[in-house]
């Protein structure tokens, strides 16, 4: 498929051939899904902790005679039925990660790129390169009617241009390699540079 390249300023800048095994794809939900709850699962920190009832901080001398009160038999206060007792079978530290195939993993990113590409979601620029000015790209960024955009460039950033973008509210930059399912499909516009596009295929191929 074949898809017009532009600059920043929004001249055109000719044509580009992408590769069907990338953008031509019939997105499918279901893999989509399952990428993206890896990587929210793999992000996920598990640091949650609750007391248990050794950990909690009462006595641990009974509170009362075991007969003859009319009561339930009880050791201390620490027991979970007791307010601010110990929790019974709360969450403890734990990795929430599981693993997935690295072909499924690029099977992903292949539907995320077509799953733009089908939406007419997907734009390609001829480079990433600013002046270093956050106003300049600003206001390109706004000629162009981008709102919620993920850059990717290619192997390497240009150092200008991620300069400039830092504080753009909802411009974010990437390159090649750090390209992934969940940041693409979060944004409303995928913006890819040439070198990008050739970075991609040669990492998708």
């Given amino acids: 498929m074949k898809l017009d390249v532009i600059k920043l300023d929004g001249a055109k800048a000719g044509e580009v051939e992408l590769s069907e095994d990338l953008f031509g794809l019939e997105p499918r939900a279901d893999i989509l899904h399952r990428v993206v709850r890896w990587q929210r699962n793999n992000a996920q920190a598990g640091t949650h902790k609750v007391l248990t009832r050794s950990e909690t901080s009462y006595s641990t001398k009974k509170i009362y005679r075991q007969k003859g009160t009319g009561g339930a038999r009880h050791g201390d206060r620490n027991a979970p039925i007791f307010r601010k007792g110990g929790i019974y079978k709360g969450p403890t530290p734990r990795s929430h990660g599981h693993?997935?195939?690295?072909?499924?993993?690029?099977?992903?990113?292949?539907?995320?790129?077509?799953?733009?590409?089908?939406?007419?979601?997907?734009?390609?620029?001829?480079?990433?390169?600013?002046?270093?000015?956050?106003?300049?790209?600003?206001?390109?960024?706004?000629?162009?009617?981008?709102?919620?955009?993920?850059?990717?460039?290619?192997?390497?950033?240009?150092?200008?241009?991620?300069?400039?973008?830092?504080?753009?509210?909802?411009l974010d930059i990437l390159p090649t390699m750090g390209a992934n399912v969940y940041d693409i499909l979060k944004r409303d516009t995928l913006v890819i540079t040439k070198s990008g596009v050739e970075a991609l295929e040669a990492r998708l191929k």
Wanted: charged share 30%.
């Fill in 99 to 170: 693993d997935l195939p690295k072909k499924f993993r690029k099977l992903g990113l292949r539907h995320a790129l077509s799953a733009k590409a089908k939406a007419g979601e997907l734009v390609i620029i001829e480079d990433a390169a600013a002046e270093g000015k956050t106003a300049a790209l600003a206001k390109q960024v706004k000629n162009l009617g981008w709102k919620r955009a993920l850059v990717i460039d290619g192997a390497a950033v240009n150092e200008n241009f991620l300069k400039a973008s830092r504080n753009i509210d909802g």
